[in-house]
């Protein structure tokens, strides 16, 4: 949040904080800059449905906060969905239309839209769903534990003391990514990378995000590592991928090379 300030031309309208990997960020610091700037704040809750800040959802803090319902989400649909929530009347109406061709209620597009609406399939879904949200994320605050206690020493997932986590994803930090990644899948642990390239290095972006140059971002985005996380992942299975990624530092330590070593043994 200390480098927003510099970083907010006179076009700004909005400023969108993202809650990443299920922990929400720091609100407290990015409302206050917002207010002074008379700029509006949307939530990004794609990835922390469910998770507090301060003693309250995420979700009830901006002017508008948008939640996803991709099926590998928290609260995950059949198929695509989402739901924006707010408590200003004036812009949940302009959101209902954007959401229908803009249309008003005389279906007259007063503003330029699109055909976004929840079909009944993935809304009667996500209702039978959402009373388990709270049990599933402790799951994943549970199996989260488990790696942290597994895991000591590594660069794990923080969590601040005015903050809930419920690890959409679970995500580690390793200098030597790649052939951590490759060691794990060559031993059948599925991991991801989430996200490889950052925004404003991607070719649609280049030039937009208002600075050509983000160090911490781009550090980041070539050690992070997403190991399994899912509320009905078992204990011997985090198991299994903890001894996976000791074993890999533990070649590391002794001077050997993972990668060569599970390929001569594999042969």
């Not at 812009?91 to 061709?101: D, F, P, T």
């Not at 942290?148 to 990514?177: A, E, F, K, M, W």
Request: glycine residues 6%; contains cysteine; hydrophobic residues 35%.
């Amino acid at each position: 949040p200390s480098q927003i300030q510099k970083a907010i031309p006179p076009s700004t309208k909005a400023i969108i904080p993202v809650h990443l990997y299920g922990q929400s960020a720091d609100l407290d610091a990015i409302l206050k800059i917002a207010n002074q700037q008379n700029l509006r704040v949307i939530e990004d809750c794609s990835q922390a449905t469910g998770a507090m800040y301060q003693n309250r959802r995420v979700g009830s803090y901006g002017d508008l906060a948008c939640f996803s319902f991709y099926p590998t989400k928290n609260l995950g649909a059949l198929g695509d969905g989402g739901i924006v929530v707010c408590n200003d009347s004036g812009l949940a109406n302009k959101v209902k239309a954007l959401r229908e061709y803009g249309w008003d209620e005389s279906r007259m597009s007063q503003f330029v839209g699109c055909n976004s609406r929840l079909d009944e399939l993935q809304a009667a879904i996500l209702r039978v769903k959402l009373p388990h949200l709270d049990e599933d994320n402790n799951k994943r605050k549970h199996l989260a534990a488990q790696y942290n206690q597994g895991l000591t020493g590594l660069d794990l997932p923080q969590v601040r003391s005015d903050s809930t986590h419920v690890y959409h994803l679970y995500v580690i930090r390793c200098p030597r990514r790649d052939e951590l990644v490759d060691f794990l899948k060559r031993n059948e642990c599925n991991v991801g990378i989430h996200y490889p390239v950052p925004v404003h290095q991607q070719p649609t972006y280049q030039g937009r995000v208002g600075e050509e140059s983000l160090p911490i971002t781009e550090l980041i985005a070539k050690e992070i590592v997403s190991v399994p996380m899912y509320p009905q992942l078992h204990k011997e299975e985090v198991q299994s991928v903890i001894n996976l990624i000791s074993q890999f530092y533990q070649l590391i330590i002794s001077g050997d090379h993972p990668i060569f070593l599970e390929t001569q043994k594999t042969d």
